[in-house]
């Protein structure tokens, strides 16, 4: 199985802040990478998809970047709904694995 | 928007049987690959199984290959995951989600709790 560790494991920062969290697969996964946005008590929320493209209706202040190995989720100006868990997912392997997740907490 | 609606989660025992089930609507169901992604209480997500839009093609993580079984009716647009010999590390919300050409999760249900437990 393809093994995706993302970092750092939780995260503190203020709103306004910009901020990155990193995912790195244990092998070359060309651009299948996948990110969701999770928030207590509810389902995950696709975010961006092919490392790059944003998905219909996600605000732009959202990016993904990265291909092979290592990729970014980046969030330009953090706003108060953005506080939640994020996971990256690969997609390379038709045996799907996700990240374990980065919890992005109010500083 | 495209609408999923899980059911059937509860309380089971070890070695048990349940059968959870998602109803779709607001998109093509049966041209659309589906998936069941799990979340342990206070874990991470974990994907278990996929099938094909005509349900001819699936796939299954090892953690449940031979005791779950996904399948769909695609005259009720309802997707189902069986599960067999239930285990107390089975429990878990269990998610569907609209899977776009085995590449991303487009659209998720809001989930059933499944607890295995005596």
């Known amino acids: 199985d393809i093994q995706m560790t993302q970092s750092p494991s939780s995260l503190s920062a203020s709103v306004g802040d910009r901020v990155t969290i990193t995912c790195r697969a244990s092998?070359?996964?060309?651009?299948?990478l996948n990110w969701y946005q999770q928030k207590p008590g509810k389902a995950p929320k696709l975010l961006i998809y092919?490392?790059?493209s944003l998905q219909s209706g996600v605000p732009s202040r959202f990016s993904g970047s990265g291909s092979g190995t290592d990729f970014t989720l980046t969030i330009s100006s953090l706003q108060p709904e953005d506080f939640a868990t994020y996971y990256c997912?690969?997609?390379?392997?038709?045996?799907?694995?996700f990240g374990q997740g980065t919890r992005l907490e109010i500083k | 928007e495209v609408q999923l609606v899980e059911s059937g989660g509860g309380l089971v025992q070890p070695g048990g049987s349940l059968r959870v089930s998602c109803a779709a609507s607001?998109?093509?169901?049966?041209?659309?690959?589906m998936s069941w992604v799990r979340q342990a209480p206070g874990k991470g997500l974990e994907w278990l199984s996929r099938?094909?839009?005509?349900?001819?093609?699936?796939q299954y993580a090892d953690s449940v290959k031979g005791r779950f079984t996904i399948s769909r009716d695609n005259s009720k647009n309802t997707l189902y995951l069986q599960m067999n010999s239930l285990r107390a590390e089975d429990t878990a919300v269990y998610y569907c989600?609209?899977?776009?050409?085995?590449?991303?999760?487009?659209?998720w249900g809001q989930g059933t709790l499944v607890t295995v437990s005596a």
């Open positions: 989600a609209r899977d776009i050409s085995s590449w991303y999760l487009s659209s």
């Open positions: 607001r998109f093509t169901f049966s041209t659309s690959a």
């Open positions: 099938i094909s839009g005509s349900g001819d093609n699936t």
């Open positions: 092998q070359s996964i060309s651009n299948y």
């Open positions: 092919g490392a790059t």
């Open positions: 997912q690969q997609s390379y392997s038709t045996l799907i694995t």
